[in-house]
């Protein structure tokens, strides 16, 4: 069903529209469309009369070279306002900056799974049947920017005036399980509802999930690509999605939490968990998976980076040793000096002991403590000082400065 479209986005200027129009005449390209978010997003305002949200990715789709698109409109408006930077040749797509707007231009394309979760195998096609690989009905609808009519084949704006999530067909979440993720972002941002039928999707594909199946969770039965993908969708989520409580809660709800560990989706703790990470500044999917039994193990399946394995590791360390100190009552006696020797003589990292704070050992106070005031207090000498009064850079001018720093810890303690 085409209708056009006679609102106009108030992102976007009418000249930087003419401007892509022009730049895909140049190019000889004859069909150019918005597509994505930003047609979704419009529609839901102008649907709903709400106030229009600010957009800061923008995606258009054309049935020729992405690279050949870009190359014209940088050619048009000049280097200044134009920057290309990315492109990928496996899947016709290029990334660029116009006046601080991020644009995507993919080639529109067909997509086969050799396996479900694998990376798909792509081949041009026309806009139309690029909509109906995407994941949901409501994220299936262009705009022809020349025509200004919407292309809308799959009845999305159905879905946005009903307030419902659908999947494109049977397959979508098994072919990406990470869909599951968008399912509950979306039903949390726009408060729209899935279908009975998404549900019973989701049930099916979280039954089909090979972490479930397999005990030692071991990588060698799912893709990698899945691994990737399910990283990047948990980013989102709890990096950039301003309701990321209440579609965890949604996933947990769906019992799809399981895509990630069975304990996550077992446990009640997790928004206090993830509310500590972003007090600390910790990274909150590492803090998310950091009550599993083996979350190095998981980090690695998520293909998280090795420094956030590395914290993960030292964590576990920390825990248990601050356990151990707790059942022995040996630490009830001690000052902030004492805390900071106990502590600093590991050489853990502090991100560490932070995630160590969010899984609230029965110590996680002193710990806190130490994160937040002990291990920022330092001698009032410095080594530079040291240095003008004939101290010589070695060993024993750091253990000076450690000894100065114990008085101030001292006074420290004893003012409190």
Not at 152 to 168: A, M, T
Not at 231 to 259: F, H, I, K, P
């Amino acid at each position: 069903m085409n209708r056009e479209l006679t609102n106009n986005f108030p992102v976007l200027t009418e000249a930087l529209l003419k401007n892509l129009v022009e730049a895909a005449d140049q190019a000889g390209i004859d069909r150019i469309a918005l597509v994505g978010g930003i047609v979704r997003d419009h529609l839901i305002n102008i649907t709903f009369k709400q106030s229009q949200n600010k957009f800061y990715d923008i995606d258009l789709i054309i049935e020729d070279s992405p690279r050949k698109l870009a190359e014209k409109i940088r050619s048009l408006l000049g280097p200044s306002r134009v920057n290309i930077t990315r492109y990928n040749q496996i899947y016709q797509t290029v990334e660029l900056k116009i006046d601080g707007f991020h644009i995507d231009i993919a080639r529109a394309r067909k997509e086969s799974y050799p396996m479900l979760g694998a990376n798909p195998n792509i081949k041009p096609t026309s806009i139309e049947e690029d909509l109906c690989r995407r994941d949901f009905t409501l994220n299936s609808i262009a705009l022809d920017l020349r025509t200004h009519k919407l292309i809308d084949c799959l009845h999305g704006r159905e879905s946005i005036v009903n307030r419902k999530i659908q999947f494109i067909h049977s397959e979508s979440a098994a072919e990406d399980p990470t869909r599951i993720i968008r399912a509950a972002r979306y039903a949390a941002r726009l408060k729209f509802n899935l279908t009975s039928e998404s549900l019973n999707q989701i049930k099916s594909t979280i039954k089909l999930w090979p972490w479930v199946k397999s005990q030692k969770n071991n990588s060698k039965y799912f893709p990698p690509a899945l691994s990737t993908r399910l990283q990047m969708e948990l980013r989102v989520l709890l990096e950039r999605e301003e309701n990321w409580c209440l579609a965890t809660e949604y996933l947990q709800e769906w019992g799809a939490l399981t895509l990630i560990d069975q304990s996550i989706q077992d446990d009640r703790k997790w928004e206090r968990r993830l509310n500590s990470a972003f007090r600390l500044g910790v990274n909150p999917l590492t803090a998310f998976i950091a009550t599993v039994p083996n979350p190095v193990d998981l980090a690695k399946r998520l293909d998280l980076p090795h420094s956030d394995q590395k914290f993960l590791m030292e964590s576990t360390q920390i825990n248990k040793h601050f356990l151990s100190l707790y059942f022995s009552k040996e630490t009830e006696t001690w000052d902030a000096q004492q805390w900071c020797n106990e502590i600093e003589s590991a050489n853990w990292k502090p991100t560490s002991i932070a995630i160590a704070i969010c899984l609230r050992n029965p110590l996680w106070k002193s710990l806190l403590r130490w994160w937040g005031r002990w291990r920022l207090i330092q001698s009032k000498t410095t080594a530079k000082e040291l240095l003008s009064r004939g101290w010589e850079q070695g060993p024993a001018l750091g253990r000076e400065l450690k000894r100065l720093r114990e008085i101030e810890l001292i006074k420290y303690t004893k003012d409190r």
